[in-house]
């Protein structure tokens, strides 16, 4: 792939993104921006459409470059924040802030979603170790039943307190709510992505193991340990935001990396763009399927992830396994 | 056998297990009771018939379904059948409201659940054994699994878009739903069930050296001539029908089966099926009746036995993994 079509790939991004701002129940277009009725469409451009489409655009990069960062780091294919447990640990955190301290700002939210998903994720490493791989399919099965006892725990506390709705608002991405000053957490996940970027050498580094990272003279455990703070607190911010959208850190770093490769520095901005036009393509389709309705992202995710996923598991030759 | 003498023999230990699983049973029966006797034996005796068929569906399909795979972190809901139940569950109500829903025949209903989750893994199966399960039969014994997940995660997606734009009123029909309980069972249904569970038990009785066979591993069952593919797809199928039954019955288990299972593997110190299956099957029972006793005559308190149940049985699961006892 030649240098110049990463260029390329952000403007179709931003037509993307252009296209997203002007898609929706109220009249925004042209005409009504600089003819018909001014205030009222820049008014909603300003204060929801724009808004929306930052916020999908950094949720999409920042999820998918998770999924990078996390399969780095674990050095299997298949793991993103919804197969290790980080997800489902977060929501736990936030069912946990509702249930004792309902009050608590959305900053603080997030903060206790990132230290349980922190947790979650360094309980999954602790288990990986224990349990022999017989081969890179067993990493996720065992991230996925992980995710599971911490579900049942979250439903099991849910239930008794009535709020299993809230635990499903959670666990489903959705953009439709996000206006001017309900999304700027997600700017912390931008910084996130990008300390990613600058320590991606690091992460490929770590990637190849142990004992190959200290004899290059890598701090294995700090540089694991940034890694994850950097996934838990991205994953915390996503679901404290939008709620879960799952797959998008499984299927864009597989696909990059297909044509890519897999050396970090080089893939991540392409992993963090697609991941943007991803989730803005998903959203798009989301509004205009059932218009004036829409569908939630997390579940048009949901299904076209699984599809894509599907194919990605039954392709065979071994790249991905 | 062990060289530690202080194992008990997996008689004496199936004798014991038998003894107390009894003792709580006809503890079940007869605390507490008050009025006439014949209509609290058979009240009671529905639930007891219910907590059996259960623990008897849940351990078999889960200590087989960890032989095929030849780990003892899996259990078959893994394989997206909890997700699917759920969204047939919560479908019917959105599709036509909790008043029609509560109307239908128990019957119909309870057929309709099976029919859609044996040929969901049917399909799942044969499209994965006849078109893309060509190659490593092993690996595709894991793709199966995440196979299985994927489809978990597209029901899941699915049911929660609905369960969020569904009204909270219907919701709260569904939510009762979406967790198992053993109090709303129906005798007929119960028979039926009954009847399906026993037909794959006689079925299964006649391969139970072949699943010892099978434990070994892929490679050594194929060298000990084992049809292993045959046998995998055999197991597979006893075990949808044990957890379609089931689920079906009182609603979805998740991790139920991964305790009794890895308990009853503690416990018998054996690798033959013969001793393992009916170790885990009385375990089982005796978990939820007893569970159900303490529960609803300490506590007071009744309805969220499978919860609590669930909740201990994640947390046992965590231990052994963290523990590494998981082979």
Redo the contacts between chains.
């Keep these: 792939m030649p240098i110049a079509t990463l260029p390329l790939a952000t403007v179709g991004i931003g037509l993307l993104a252009v296209w997203s701002l002007f898609v929706g129940v109220s009249d925004v277009s042209l005409a009504t921006l600089f003819g018909g009725a001014p205030d009222q469409a820049t008014q909603v451009l300003l204060v929801s459409r724009l808004p929306r489409t930052l916020a999908l655009i950094l949720a999409g990069a920042a999820m998918a470059v998770s999924g990078l960062l996390l399969q780095m780091l674990v050095r299997n294919r298949f793991v993103e924040p919804s197969t290790t447990g980080t997800a489902e640990s977060a929501i736990f955190g936030m069912m946990m802030v509702s249930l004792l301290a309902p009050e608590m700002p959305v900053f603080g939210r997030m903060a206790v979603a990132s230290l349980c998903a922190l947790a979650g994720t360094g309980l999954f490493l602790a288990i990986l170790r224990q349990v022999p791989l017989r081969s890179p399919l067993v990493v996720p099965l065992v991230g996925i039943m992980l995710g599971g006892v911490i579900t049942a725990m979250t439903e099991f506390i849910a239930y008794r307190q009535d709020l299993i709705q809230s635990v499903r608002g959670w666990e489903t991405g959705d953009f439709s709510a996000i206006l001017l000053g309900r999304y700027e957490l997600l700017w912390l996940s931008a910084a996130l992505t990008g300390v990613a970027y600058l320590a991606a050498d690091r992460f490929t580094v770590a990637g190849m193991g142990r004992d190959v990272a200290t004899n290059l003279g890598i701090d294995h455990r700090k540089v694991m340990a940034l890694g994850l703070v950097i996934v838990s607190m991205t994953t915390a911010a996503v679901i404290a935001t939008c709620g879960m959208i799952p797959f998008l850190g499984l299927i864009v770093p597989n696909v990059v990396s297909l044509v890519r490769g897999d050396n970090m520095r080089g893939s991540l901005p392409w992993v963090a763009l697609m991941g943007a036009g991803l989730v803005l393509a998903c959203d798009i389709a989301g509004r205009l399927v059932i218009h004036p309705y829409e569908i939630p992202i997390g579940t048009m995710m949901g299904v076209i992830g699984s599809a894509l996923f599907l194919y990605l598991l039954l392709r065979r030759n071994g790249h991905a396994g | 056998m062990p060289a530690d003498r202080r194992i008990l023999s997996p008689t004496v230990v199936l004798g014991g297990l038998s003894a107390l699983t009894l003792l709580s049973i006809a503890l079940f029966m007869t605390l507490g009771a008050r009025g006439k006797w014949d209509f609290i034996l058979a009240f009671r005796g529905t639930k007891v018939a219910a907590m059996v068929l259960v623990g008897y569906a849940v351990a078999v399909s889960t200590v087989l379904f960890q032989t095929i795979t ?2 003892r ?3 078959p809901s ?1 394989m997206g059948f909890d997700h699917l139940y759920r969204m047939i569950q919560t479908v019917l109500v959105f599709q036509f409201g909790s008043g029609l829903v509560a109307s239908l025949d128990p019957r119909l209903r309870f057929g309709v659940e099976v029919a859609s989750m044996v040929v969901f893994s049917g399909l799942l199966y044969w499209w994965l054994f006849n078109g ?1 399960g ?2 490593d039969n ?2 595709s014994l ?2 199966l ?3 299985g ?3 978990g ?2 029901f ?3 049911t ?2 609905l ?2 734009i569904i009204d ?1 009123n219907e ?1 709260l029909t569904v ?1 009762d739903r979406l ?1 198992a309980n053993f109090n709303r069972v129906d005798v007929e249904l119960l028979t039926v069930s009954a009847l399906v569970v026993l037909a794959v038990s006689l079925a299964g009785w006649r391969w139970r050296r072949t699943f010892d066979v099978l434990a070994l591993g892929r490679d050594a069952a194929i060298n000990l001539g084992v049809e292993h593919r045959r046998a995998v797809m055999a197991v597979l199928v006893m075990v949808s029908i044990l957890v379609s039954v089931s689920t079906a019955l009182v609603g979805p288990i ?2 139920f089966g991964l305790l009794v299972a890895n308990l009853a593997y503690l416990v018998v110190r054996s690798h033959r099926h013969a001793l393992i299956l009916p170790a885990a099957v009385l375990l089982a029972v005796l978990t939820l009746v007893a569970g159900q006793l303490v529960l609803e005559r300490v506590f007071g308190y009744n309805a ?1 036995l499978s ?2 149940i ?2 201990v ?3 046992a ?2 231990f052994i ?4 006892s ?2």
């Design positions: 030849n780990n972190i899996l259990t893994v893309a060509r190659g092993r690996r894991h793709l699994l995440l196979v997940i994927v489809f995660v597209l899941r997606s699915l929660s878009f369960q969020r909270p919701f939510q967790f998740t991790f969220a919860i609590v669930e909740f049985g994640g947390l699961f965590l993994l963290v523990r590494g998981a082979r």
